[in-house]
């Protein structure tokens, strides 16, 4: 569906977070030459017991693939649900995708960093450049254990001065790095060191599966992107698409999963 068709679906009611002062709706100013799209998803917690995880997995993966030009899609965290024998089954569930994709460590991807990599062909601090000019860091929050952690600030540091010269770098990590929201741990020295980079466009977290909204630090955004599984959180799961124009012009937009709505939008 071009998605320009559908704008006028916006719905106002379901973009709204538990949480304030999170900012659930800006004004956005779509490119008008999208030269890179990406879509993310998290928290889809496939083997959860009680859940109908492999019908929404099923849905959503349905859904991406039928957006228009998707360059690439990231999973930030939460993949499965404790159980280490998930793994290798939601990887086949993502092998459907007909785009490129990237998965991050969260609190209930309980295995060792080890058999990550075994099963990803990627460590759990990971980073790349796409298309030349779109760097991403994909930066890990957890551990075997499910522990709520800081960063490792000399990897996110490392990559933020490699990638210093890109037009826009997104930084994806599961658990917030500040206690702003019920279940974010703070690191500020994490925020602070993202926060100094004018090139990061956003920083994009998981793992608040109520919360769909943008919080801005030192004129930072960061933002949420509610959860597609799981047995709790906003009553519309969905996924977040991220798109670039020619000029640079950058806008993010929250979409349902279900029904193609666009719930809520904000430009980087």
Request: aromatic share 12%.
């Amino acid at each position: 569906m071009q998605r320009r068709s559908f704008i006028k679906n916006i719905s106002l009611a379901t973009a709204i977070t538990p949480l304030m002062p999170f900012l659930t709706f800006g004004k956005m100013n779509f490119p008008t030459d999208p030269i890179f799209r990406f879509i993310i998803a998290s928290d889809g917690h496939y083997g959860q017991s009680g859940t109908d995880f492999e019908s929404v997995h099923h849905t959503l993966i349905d859904a991406i693939n039928k957006e228009e030009k998707v360059d690439l899609v990231i999973f930030n965290g939460d993949l499965i649900h404790d159980e280490p024998k998930w793994m290798p089954e939601v990887k086949k569930v993502y092998e459907r995708l007909q785009a490129p994709y990237f998965p991050v460590r969260g609190n209930h991807d309980r295995i060792t960093t080890q058999a990550w990599e075994e099963i990803w062909g990627i460590p759990t601090d990971f980073a790349f450049v796409q298309n030349e000019n779109f760097g991403f860091i994909l930066a890990d929050s957890s551990n075997e254990k499910g522990e709520y952690l800081c960063v490792d600030l000399d990897f996110l540091k490392n990559k933020l001065n490699e990638f210093e010269l890109l037009s826009h770098v997104f930084v994806c990590i599961h658990i917030s790095q500040q206690d702003w929201t019920r279940h974010g741990v703070s690191c500020m020295e994490v925020m602070d060191l993202l926060a100094s980079y004018p090139n990061v466009k956003a920083v994009i977290h998981g793992h608040d599966h109520d919360v769909n909204g943008v919080m801005l630090y030192k004129k930072k955004p960061f933002v949420w992107t509610g959860h597609f599984g799981g047995n709790w959180g906003s009553p519309v799961p969905g996924y977040r698409i991220v798109e670039i124009g020619a000029d640079g012009t950058t806008v993010t937009y929250l979409k349902s999963m279900k029904d193609d709505r666009i719930l809520s939008g904000y430009t980087l």
